[in-house]
């Protein structure tokens, strides 16, 4: 059961415009949100959070919208930098049961063409 | 400020043998997870410990797996006699305290011959 869905499994933007990544997830108990950013032969790297009681969070060039009636969350970088071309994770936690365990997407592999 | 270290980062092993992955979390972390990525998929959760205790084990294997983090030292995670579908990346996080933004190795990448 993928409680935590990435339905497009590649994006190609051009640089200095928008990239949106898009993630679904299906279990309400989920209250805490993170996308994490992989290069090749790394481990990921900690992006940006959201708390479900925020519908918004922003930090620089990323951005992520939290829409809890659909269950969908989204990451916007803008302007796209070729640096920014990775693959892209969301991830979910729940504090019940237990907390510290996060449910990965399949990840979305960015590609910003200069 | 190290971030968190896993050792080896390759490792090759035979059918049948054991394998030692080891993590050092952030310092200053006291909560460790490992996480498994095989070829062409995401992350997936195996385990998370605190100094000396297995907080969450659901999503280890029953058998030839387990983990410790001992008093002192590093975060070991042993697979015995390992199979091929046993290659894969394992990832391990670390977290200052049961926080969801956790900190991760570069991974070590286990091969099955």
């Known amino acids: 059961d993928q409680q935590v869905k990435q339905n497009s499994p590649s994006l190609s933007v051009q640089e200095g415009r928008i990239s949106i990544l898009n993630c679904d997830y299906t279990n309400s108990m989920f209250d805490y949100f993170l996308w994490y950013k992989k290069y090749p032969a790394e481990g990921p790297t900690f992006l940006i959070s959201i708390s479900s009681i925020k519908d918004k969070n922003e930090d620089g060039r990323f951005t992520v919208f939290l829409n809890k009636s659909a269950k969908h969350l989204s990451l916007h970088i803008v302007p796209s930098q070729p640096g920014d071309s990775a693959v892209y994770f969301c991830a979910a936690s729940a504090a019940f049961p237990q907390g510290g365990k996060l449910i990965f997407g399949q990840g979305t592999e960015l590609s910003v063409k200069p | 400020n190290a971030g968190v270290m896993q050792n080896p980062r390759h490792l090759v092993r035979r059918r049948g043998q054991e394998a030692r992955l080891r993590c050092s979390p952030m310092k200053g972390h006291s909560h460790v997870y490992w996480y498994r990525q095989l070829p062409e998929e995401g992350l997936k959760f195996m385990v998370y410990l605190q100094k000396e205790n297995i907080i969450d084990e659901s999503g280890m294997p029953k058998e030839r797996f387990s983990a410790e983090f001992p008093k002192e030292g590093p975060s070991i995670l042993r697979i015995q006699q390992v199979v091929r579908g046993d290659s894969a990346a394992y990832f391990c996080?670390?977290?200052?305290?049961?926080?969801?933004?956790?900190?991760f190795g570069p991974g070590t990448r286990l091969t099955v011959t």
């Open positions: 996080a670390s977290s200052h305290w049961p926080a969801y933004e956790q900190y």
